[in-house]
């Protein structure tokens, strides 16, 4: 199946600094990226919807200058966590849509990234 | 609001066991229900799914019945293995003229001990 890459899958960062998420589709190429975070014990949760060379459409609650979103290839989305706070530490996963994503089959997730921030 | 709400984990299990794992739904319509796992260092991957009451998904020895009188969706395995240890998301869609957006469930961690 279609393989979408995320990395680092783990990172700790002092608190104020900007850390960066990439989310690469290896094998096709993704017309739409979702970023998801979890915090412990809950769910997750949809943060944003980018399509390739537009503007991301963030959810509710979201802080779109905190969240930094750039999706601009077909293959490559990323995302930065702008001067980190420990309350932002979190699990953060992407996943890739082909031809739009409008059904599911057609999502691909990346193996999620840790952040810590301290 | 639509939400999904699945048993807390961790589970242990020893091989060969039946497995279950609740999930129950909240959703203004009528809602596609699914199943990912995501197994150790992968991203989620769909293990089944059922667009409609009284579907059953099966995929891998995995069943879940999509059950609207009682809104839930459980995973049931008759014999689990090793390799069935992941993390399992229940997450249900919502179509909305096009406005579809995962939720997901809490993920329940399972392990399957030799």
């Known amino acids: 199946g279609a393989v979408v890459s995320q990395h680092p899958s783990w990172v700790i960062c002092k608190s104020g600094t900007s850390v960066k998420i990439e989310c690469r589709s290896l094998?096709?190429?993704?017309?739409?990226m979702f970023w998801y975070r979890q915090f412990p014990k809950q769910s997750l949760m949809l943060m944003a919807t980018?399509?390739?060379?537009?503007?991301?459409?963030?959810e509710q609650g979201v802080e779109k200058d905190k969240f930094l979103i750039n999706h601009a290839s077909l293959t490559l989305s990323t995302l930065t966590v702008t001067s980190a706070h420990p309350e932002d530490s979190s699990f953060y996963i992407c996943?890739?849509?082909?031809?739009?994503?409008?059904?599911?089959?057609?999502?691909?997730f990346g193996s999620g990234t840790q952040l810590s921030v301290l | 609001g639509n939400s999904v709400t699945q048993m807390e984990g961790p589970v242990t299990l020893s091989e060969e066991a039946f497995l279950t794992i609740n999930c129950t739904y909240t959703?203004?319509?009528?809602?596609?229900l699914f199943w990912y796992v995501q197994y150790p260092g992968e991203g989620l991957q769909l293990l089944l799914k059922?667009?409609?009451?009284?579907d059953k998904g099966s995929n891998k020895g995995f069943e879940a019945t999509y059950r609207k009188e009682t809104t839930s969706f459980h995973l049931e395995k008759g014999s689990v293995q090793v390799s069935d240890s992941a993390v399992y998301f229940c997450?249900?869609?919502?179509?909305?003229?096009?406005?579809?957006?995962?939720?997901f469930g809490t993920g329940t961690r399972l392990t399957i001990i030799p």
């Open positions: 996943s890739a849509g082909w031809q739009g994503g409008s059904t599911n089959e057609k999502l691909f």
């Open positions: 094998d096709f190429q993704a017309t739409t």
């Open positions: 980018s399509n390739e060379g537009s503007k991301a459409t963030y």
């Open positions: 959703a203004t319509g009528y809602p596609s």
């Open positions: 059922a667009t409609k009451a009284d």
């Open positions: 997450a249900l869609i919502l179509t909305n003229f096009g406005n579809e957006k995962l939720t």
